[in-house]
């Protein structure tokens, strides 16, 4: 849990007393490689605060895998219809890599939020972030071409590139496997 503690403390200049509200509040899991956080159809409500591991969401349009998104040490992964809406997910949230998350029951989160502003500007900072990263991820995936999407992706997730596998990085950065090996063989002749 100090790694996430660490991490929020750091990113979001939050307090020891707000740590220790939000640390009180969290549940160990552990997770094996292709274990499911969530799935479609399946209502979750439950933040997952990743202390170690990699996962990702994807959706399965056409019955194709398509990755939208990877979540590694430090991240928070949710299904949004399940925490704002308490609907069922869209999409899948999968383990790449075994993993250690810690539980955070979404009522019970809000209730904190609702009586700590500095939780609350926590809450407002990150969603800021994560809306401009899609967005910016939206844009790269219209306007740049493969090779420097692929370049990019590495020099902002240097740690990542080589724990995902050919297919799901390819489908994240929106072309076949054939075109990422290729762009990958002329980066690393």
Known sequence: MQYILNSLKDNFQLSNTTLKKLASLMTKEN?????????EGKTNNN??????GLARFYLMPDGKEVTNWF?????????MAGVYYNMPSYGYIQFLEDSVVYK????KLNTLLE??????NFSRKMYQKT???????YFRLKETPAAERYSIFCQENPSLSN??????LASYLGMSQVTLSRVRSQKHP
């Open 71 to 79: 979540f590694k040490e430090g991240n928070i992964a949710f299904s």
């Open 31 to 39: 997770y094996l490689k292709k274990d499911f956080l969530v799935k």
């Open 104 to 107: 955070v029951a979404s009522d």
């Open 131 to 137: 809306l401009f990263d899609l967005e910016y991820r």
């Open 47 to 52: 933040y997952y605060f990743i202390e170690n």
């Open 115 to 120: 009586t700590n502003l500095e939780l609350c």
């Open 163 to 168: 724990r995902i596998g050919l297919g799901h």
